[in-house]
Nanobody, 118 residues
Framework: VQLVESGGGSVQDGGSLKLSCVAS????????MGWYRQAPGKEREFVSG???????RYPESVKGRFTISQDSAKTTIYLQMNALKIEDTAIYYC?????????????WGQGTRVTVTS
């Protein structure tokens, strides 16, 4: 399984970005996919997830601002991020086949950097 993220960049406080993640080799695995992030000096945290049935989940820190979606083939996921805050600055990782209640995942992308500036 290979996961490739894109769409990161620099945006001003209050702006929007949309991340994409293309998965190859995941067909037939019936895995959920999601997004995680790691800010400098902090631990990795779960940002959003979508299971194989299309159910989504978010932590309170991004609920109402971030939206995860998936294409019909279930090989690409997106993360629409609105009303971005400086504290959203992090490297965002795409992941597939979540484990331990979405605290970990079996497959990981290389990450895409998101920087929110004032």
């Amino acid at each position: 399984v290979q996961l490739v993220e894109s769409g990161g960049g620099s945006v001003q406080d209050g702006g929007s970005l949309k991340l994409s993640c293309v998965a190859s080799g995941i067909e037939g695995k019936r895995c959920g996919m999601g997004w995680y992030r790691q800010a400098p000096g902090k631990e990795r945290e779960f940002v959003s997830g979508i299971d194989n049935s299309g159910n989504t989940r978010y932590p309170e820190s991004v609920k109402g601002r971030f939206t995860i979606s998936q294409d019909s083939a279930k090989t690409t996921i997106y993360l629409q991020m609105n009303a971005l805050k400086i504290e959203d600055t992090a490297i965002y990782y795409c992941a597939a086949c979540p484990r331990m209640s979405w605290t970990d995942a079996k497959y990981w992308g290389q990450g895409t950097r998101v920087t929110v500036t004032s």
